[in-house]
């Protein structure tokens, strides 16, 4: 089954605001290692294509969605990830509208409702670098 994977460097803000409401980065290994395997699967990105008027057109296509991080040993860094499965390869133009639907997820929508919940809990959370997203489609 074909699939397309969004990747990118994933950054972790502290659990505590700060008094001016802004949050600290956190980079220790043993943080970054701690987050190795999460998922965040109260919601799967594929949820809400039909919502949006330039991804209904291939939404049936799409499914899966699911938010991850992995360590990466190599070059010491958290890598999140959203991989959607396929019915068929999607156009270029598809992969753009999917693109630009995932950023506003990561940005807004299910990344939004996934760090609140960390938040709430005290729990440091991790998010992925929408500027440095990339993607690999495989069939």
Do not use: W
Not at 79 to 85: C, D, N, R, T
Not at 91 to 111: F, H, N, P, R, W
């Amino acid at each position: 089954m074909p699939t397309i994977r969004f990747t990118g460097p994933a950054l972790v803000a502290s659990a505590e605001e700060n008094v001016d409401g802004s949050l600290d980065l956190i980079s220790d290994k043993a943080t970054l290692e701690s987050l190795n395997g999460m998922s965040y699967e109260d919601e799967e990105f594929s949820d809400y294509l039909y919502d949006r008027e330039e991804t209904k057109s291939f939404a049936e296509y799409v499914s899966g969605g699911i938010l991850s991080f992995s360590y990466d040993t190599s070059s010491s860094s958290l890598i999140g990830s959203i991989e959607y499965l396929l019915s068929r390869p999607l156009s270029a133009d598809e992969v753009e509208a999917l693109e630009e639907y995932t950023i506003e997820q990561l940005t807004d929508g299910i990344c939004s409702n996934f760090s609140q919940e960390r938040a709430l809990r005290g729990e440091v959370t991790p998010f992925i670098n929408h500027e440095e997203l990339s993607y690999h489609q495989a069939s």
